[in-house]
């Protein structure tokens, strides 16, 4: 079973690759959903960030209040850290169980993990090939404010709070450019797609 991590930074396009890359035949595990299972009302994992981060992060419906949770550790990289330290180590788990179930259903399907922190967190597992979205900073500042309506210093935060580019850009056997359109991000895709064995085969080299 090919295991391929898909990365890149916020609004880089990586939701449309990988949108792309399920309608080819890839499995495609969705990091954020693992996230918010083990994140879910009664899990050990909700119950450890109640004790490191108060009561004030559960929401009304018992649910994890993320926007609470991300004012506490957006700006702050202590409490960030203390926060992967709960999640990161259950997602991997998790993530662990979905590509063996993958691999129990179909040997011989491509599955694709869609992780935003592959860099941060995931960037020695054995990956069989290294997919980045890429564009630059400002085109993603852009699409945050004209697609998300953001304020653009909140967007231009965002960016900045994460990994640079070039760390990204470092890990990937491939780098799909998504600063053009969403036709030539989809060319890119498909065309990754078809040499797909030879990219990994090259890789094991």
Same mark, same amino acid.
């Given at each position: 079973?090919?295991?391929?991590?898909?990365t890149?930074?916020?609004?880089?396009?990586?939701?449309?690759?990988?949108?792309?890359?399920?309608?080819?035949?890839?499995?495609?595990?969705?990091?954020?959903?693992?996230v918010r299972d083990?994140?879910?009302?009664g899990?050990?994992?909700?119950?450890?960030?109640?004790?490191?981060? $108060?009561?004030?992060?559960i929401? !009304?419906?018992?649910t994890?209040?993320?926007?609470a949770?991300?004012?506490?550790?957006?700006?702050d990289?202590d409490?960030?850290a203390?926060?992967?330290a709960?999640?990161?180590?259950?997602?991997r !788990?998790a993530?662990?169980?979905?590509?063996?179930?993958?691999?129990?259903?179909?040997?011989?399907?491509?599955v694709?993990?869609?992780?935003?922190?592959?860099a941060?967190?995931?960037a020695?597992?054995?990956?069989?090939?290294?997919l980045?979205?890429?564009a630059?900073?400002?085109?993603?500042?852009?699409?945050?404010v004209?697609l998300? $309506?953001?304020g !653009?210093?909140?967007a231009?935060?965002?960016?900045?709070a994460?990994i640079d580019?070039?760390?990204?850009?470092?890990?990937?056997d491939?780098?799909i450019?998504?600063? $053009?359109?969403?036709?030539?991000?989809?060319?890119?895709?498909?065309?990754?797609? !078809?040499?797909?064995?030879?990219?990994?085969?090259?890789?094991?080299?």
């Amino acid at each position: 079973m090919p295991l391929v991590a898909l990365t890149g930074g916020i609004a880089s396009g990586k939701s449309t690759i990988a949108a792309r890359l399920a309608e080819l035949g890839a499995e495609i595990v969705d990091a954020d959903r693992i996230v918010r299972d083990v994140q879910a009302p009664g899990s050990p994992v909700l119950d450890r960030i109640v004790a490191a981060f $108060g009561e004030d992060v559960i929401a !009304e419906d018992g649910t994890l209040d993320r926007a609470a949770l991300g004012a506490l550790v957006f700006a702050d990289d202590d409490a960030r850290a203390r926060l992967n330290a709960i999640v990161h180590p259950a997602v991997r !788990e998790a993530s662990a169980r979905r590509f063996r179930a993958a691999l129990a259903a179909d040997p011989d399907r491509v599955v694709v993990y869609d992780v935003p922190l592959l860099a941060e967190a995931r960037a020695d597992d054995p990956w069989d090939l290294v997919l980045v979205a890429d564009a630059p900073a400002e085109i993603r500042i852009r699409r945050m404010v004209d697609l998300r $309506g953001m304020g !653009e210093a909140d967007a231009a935060a965002r960016v900045a709070a994460q990994i640079d580019d070039e760390s990204r850009r470092a890990l990937a056997d491939v780098v799909i450019d998504t600063a $053009g359109d969403l036709a030539d991000t989809r060319r890119q895709v498909d065309a990754v797609w !078809e040499a797909l064995p030879s990219l990994i085969a090259a890789r094991r080299r």
